[in-house]
T-cell receptor, first 116, second 116 residues
Framework: AQTVTQSQPEMSVQEAETVTLSCTYD???????LFWYKQPPSRQMILVIR??????QNATENRFSVNFQKAAKSFSLKISDSQLGDAAMYFC?????????????FGQGTRLTINP | GAVVSQHPSRVICKSGTSVKIECRSL??????MFWYRQFPKKSLMLMAT?????????EQGVEKDKFLINHASLTLSTLTVTSAHPEDSSFYIC????????????FGDGTRLSIL
């Protein structure tokens, strides 16, 4: 079974600085999708960024980028120029596109605090 | 972008009551929807996969008779917590994915259920 591990329960960063959240996963598949979701205090789940395993290029979305290391099964999220609104729980998630269910497997989450 | 609507956002009711939560995909058709439960400061725990026109697939340890799922149309899935007790109090979130291989899941805003 696939598993996702986020080894940092909590992280903090100064406003305007850069922070990296780590995520590792375990799978025997070669084709899959990886996601980072943000959950602010409102508890909405907001998609931050996604990566397709067959693409070597790291995904970027404005201040958010990933470092996807397929061989190492690592998928870290870098947040540049951190803003107060970035404070949230961040969840890494894996999805196998094969089969009908396409379930997401979530990591334990990392609580990010932004210090003004 | 794709929107998933979940209602109600907050429910407070007496022990023994049955509570229905609705999850609607507003601008796309979803043959599959997912129901999650989230405990405070924890990750999302998949409860079941809701399949349009067929029985839901429940995760191990989830009581089928306690958490009834109905997916009667391509845009609506409901979760009914039957004879709710205080231990059923939690945050419940649904999600749905638009058709297509790489489409991400979009989440409802969640329902905070409190059983007195």
């Amino acid at each position: 079974a696939q598993t996702v591990t986020q080894s940092q329960p909590e992280m903090s960063v100064q406003e305007a600085e850069t922070v990296t959240l780590s995520c590792t996963y375990d799978t025997s598949e070669s084709d899959y999708y990886l996601f980072w979701y943000k959950q602010p205090p409102s508890r909405q789940m907001i998609l931050v960024i996604r990566q397709e395993a067959y693409k070597q290029q790291n995904a970027t979305e404005n201040r958010f980028s990933v470092n996807f290391q397929k061989a190492a099964k690592s998928f870290s999220l870098k947040i540049s120029d951190s803003q107060l609104g970035d404070a949230a729980m961040y969840f890494c998630a894996y999805r196998n596109p094969r089969g009908g269910a396409q379930k997401l497997v979530f990591g334990q989450g990392t609580r990010l605090t932004i210090n003004p | 972008g794709a929107v998933v609507s979940q209602h109600p956002s907050r429910v407070i009711c007496k022990s023994g009551t049955s509570v229905k939560i609705e999850c609607r995909s507003l601008d796309f058709q979803a043959t599959t929807m997912f129901w999650y439960r989230q405990f405070p400061k924890k990750s999302l725990m998949l409860m079941a996969t809701s399949n349009e026109g067929s029985k839901a697939t429940y995760e191990q340890g989830v009581e089928k008779d306690k958490f009834l799922i109905n997916h009667a149309s391509l845009t609506l899935s409901t979760l009914t917590v039957t004879s709710a007790h205080p231990e059923d109090s939690s945050f419940y979130i649904c999600s749905a994915a638009d058709r297509g291989r790489g489409q991400p899941q979009h989440f409802g805003d969640g329902t905070r259920l409190s059983i007195l």
